[in-house]
């Protein structure tokens, strides 16, 4: 499954204009087949530090998601989360070479046995990336609407460089 993610990332076209960061969402380009047409995935919205802590408070309240369902997992590595911290209590970590080599499409049972939390739903889960600087998440984001099926997606664009200054 790590070459098929990979090899996915390397054909994915990416449409976002390096001038213009602060565009609401960045639409992705994914095969729908080996015949090189595209499906159009979901945009991926992308959210500053006050959005976040708007989303963290609502995980802050309800511990089963809140209303929009929402799960937010940190990509970086778990040396650099031991350094800095967790944006929240609230906040999973999974690394984004494991989100890479297909962590999401295990079975909802072996993803909790694997990584201590319970696997997003494609249809009832708004997953949340965040990482160091939004990069990674934004990566992760991609990967996921690629790979998963999942149709609501955000990134942090602004990630813990932004969450701790």
Not at 11 to 18: E, F, G, Q, S, T
Request: charged share 25%.
């Amino acid at each position: 499954t790590a070459f098929v993610a990979r090899s996915a990332v390397r054909r994915a076209r990416i449409y976002v204009r390096p001038h213009d960061r602060s565009q609401a969402t960045t639409p992705v380009s994914r095969p729908l087949s080996s015949g090189g047409d595209f499906l159009e995935p979901p945009p991926i919205k992308q959210v500053g530090k006050s959005e976040m802590a708007e989303i963290l408070s609502v995980l802050e309240v309800d511990e089963d998601g809140g209303d929009d369902g929402y799960v937010v997992i940190d990509v970086r590595g778990y040396d650099e989360i031991a350094y800095t911290g967790h944006l929240s209590g609230d906040v999973r970590a999974l690394p984004l070479p494991l989100i890479m080599e297909g962590a999401f499409s295990m079975s909802p049972d072996d993803f909790k046995e694997q990584f201590g939390f319970s696997k997003p739903d494609p249809d009832d889960s708004t997953v949340v990336f965040t990482c160091k600087a939004g990069i990674r998440s934004m990566t992760a984001c991609q990967v996921l609407a690629m790979q998963g099926g999942y149709t609501r997606l955000v990134n942090y664009r602004g990630g813990a460089i932004d969450w701790f200054s």
